[in-house]
């Protein structure tokens, strides 16, 4: 597997174990233990793991210079996507923060 589609796998099962972290945050749970058994938590948990898993299989031909900064990727996506999902805040200064992230995470990728 190529190692930039491994990191792209990884960024985008992050994305949704972000998302789904927040779905169970979301829920209601009563006690700090049932947070843990909610299934939209495991579900997050468990995509973490396994993006964890692509990262690394990343990290074997990617520079961790270039990788880590790469994924901050996610940040525009999930924010695109909480803003669409739960109407979270994407106004003028989070496009900026993110166009500001772009171009850094496009300058690491093509110097």
């Known amino acids: 597997m190529n190692s930039y589609f491994a990191l792209l796998i990884s960024i985008f099962i992050g994305i949704g174990g972000q998302l789904s972290l927040k779905a169970g ?3 209601s749970f009563g006690s700090k233990i049932n947070l843990f058994l909610q299934p939209y938590v495991l579900v997050g948990l468990v995509s973490y793991f396994v993006a964890a898993l692509f ?6 031909k990617i520079p961790i210079s270039v990788a880590y900064p790469t994924v901050a990727i996610s940040y525009a996506v999930v924010s695109f996507l909480a803003h669409l999902l739960w ?7 989070q496009i900026i923060a993110l166009l500001l992230i772009g171009l850094g995470i ?3 990728n093509h110097s």
């Open 25 to 27: 945050a979301l829920q």
């Open 55 to 60: 990262y690394i299989y990343a990290l074997k």
């Open 87 to 93: 109407g979270e805040p994407f106004g003028v200064k």
């Open 106 to 108: 496009f300058t690491l």
